[in-house]
Antibody, heavy 125, light 109 residues
Framework: EVQLVESGGGLVQPGRSLRLSCATS????????MHWVRQAPGKGLEWVSGISWDSGTIGYADSVKGRFTISRDNAKNSLYLQMHSLKAEDTAFYYC??????????????????WGQGTLVTVSS | QSVLTQPPSASGTPGQRVTISCSGSNSNVGSNYVYWYQQLPGTAPKLLIY???QRPSGVPGRFYGSKSGTSASLAISGLRSEDEADYYCASWDDSLSWVFGGGTKLTVL
């Protein structure tokens, strides 16, 4: 069974940094695009960032552009999200999700077909 | 304020058919595929429909997706208690981002 396991969440002060990781298994990681999607407690889903299979194309939501950096290590079957200048409004569960296609954009996507259990990031002083 | 508009709530009795709408614009729903996700309480979202109307393996045929112009719909027939969940539509937007609806909470009465 495909597995995605996020880690790295926690309580962090505004303005500080945090790095999330997503360890994956039971699928050919470098055949698929990957995404980060977040959900503030009690709120809806918000796409954060996506990365194509080969890291060739990357995209960010306007709300995190310039502050967050997505990356992947295909040799380690892992996805990362480096978050800087964190704000209170970044408080959310962060989900790692596998795309059914090669690219993160809408051209090849077959939807986000597997999700991790999420890791909670709380930005507060 | 979400880019895609969904009703905040919907309800039905067991066995009924319910429909959840998703309204967008020419830059997203009108020119790109629509996806639907189901989120059961306390769990991660699950892909329900991809590319407007395709069901991943394991998703029952009771779930049906459709799209017309800048609007899309998810229909659930033969409603069951285990269908009680939050449902989200999503689409690629030509501004180079994925956009979601605000979600619809489905209650099975």
């Amino acid at each position: 069974e495909v597995q995605l396991v996020e880690s790295g969440g926690g309580l962090v002060q505004p303005g500080r940094s945090l790095r999330l990781s997503c360890a994956t298994s039971k699928f050919t990681f470098d055949d698929y695009a990957m995404h980060w999607v977040r959900q503030a407690p009690g709120k809806g889903l918000e796409w954060v960032s996506g990365i194509s299979w080969d890291s060739g194309t990357i995209g960010y939501a306007d709300s995190v552009k310039g502050r967050f950096t997505i990356s992947r290590d295909n040799a380690k079957n892992s996805l990362y999200l480096q978050m800087h200048s964190l704000k209170a409004e970044d408080t959310a569960f962060y989900y790692c999700a596998k795309d059914g296609g090669l690219r993160y954009d809408g051209t090849t996507s077959l939807g986000l077909d597997y999700w991790g259990q999420g890791t909670l990031v709380t930005v507060s002083s | 304020q979400s880019v895609l508009t969904q009703p905040p709530s919907a309800s039905g009795t067991p066995g009924q058919r319910v429909t959840i709408s998703c309204s967008g614009s020419n830059s997203n729903v009108g020119s790109n595929y629509v996806y639907w996700y189901q989120q059961l309480p306390g769990t991660a979202p699950k892909l329900l429909i991809y590319r407007n109307s395709q069901r991943p393996s394991g998703v029952p045929g009771r779930f049906y997706g459709s799209k017309s112009g800048t609007s899309a719909s998810l229909a659930i027939s033969g409603l069951r208690s285990e269908d009680e969940a939050d449902y989200y539509c999503a689409s690629w937007d030509d501004s180079l981002s994925w956009v979601f609806g605000g979600g619809t909470k489905l209650t099975v009465l």
